[in-house]
């Protein structure tokens, strides 16, 4: 429970509402951290335009010659 400073030998020894409450806490602080990393994410790919040049890849591989053996 990094934030919380608790160890788990603790929150064992805790009584059902405290527990319920420790739970409801370090529930928030995961819901923010991904809701932070989801932002993020979706920043750097909106930056960089990731899907778009993905699909560009594709489309250039796809319109390339084909390439032939030479016949021995």
């Known amino acids: 429970m990094e934030k919380l ?19 409801q806490f370090y529930n928030e602080i995961l819901n923010e951290r991904k809701d932070t990393n989801d ?7 909106n930056k960089y335009n990731l899907g778009n040049q993905h699909k560009g890849l594709n489309k250039n ?12």
Do not use: V
């Open 5 to 23: 400073h608790i160890q788990p030998s603790e929150i064992d020894a805790f009584p059902y509402y405290e527990y319920e409450y420790t739970l």
């Open 39 to 45: 932002k993020n994410t979706q920043d750097t790919s």
């Open 61 to 72: 591989l796809k319109n390339s010659p084909k390439l032939k053996m030479p016949k021995l």
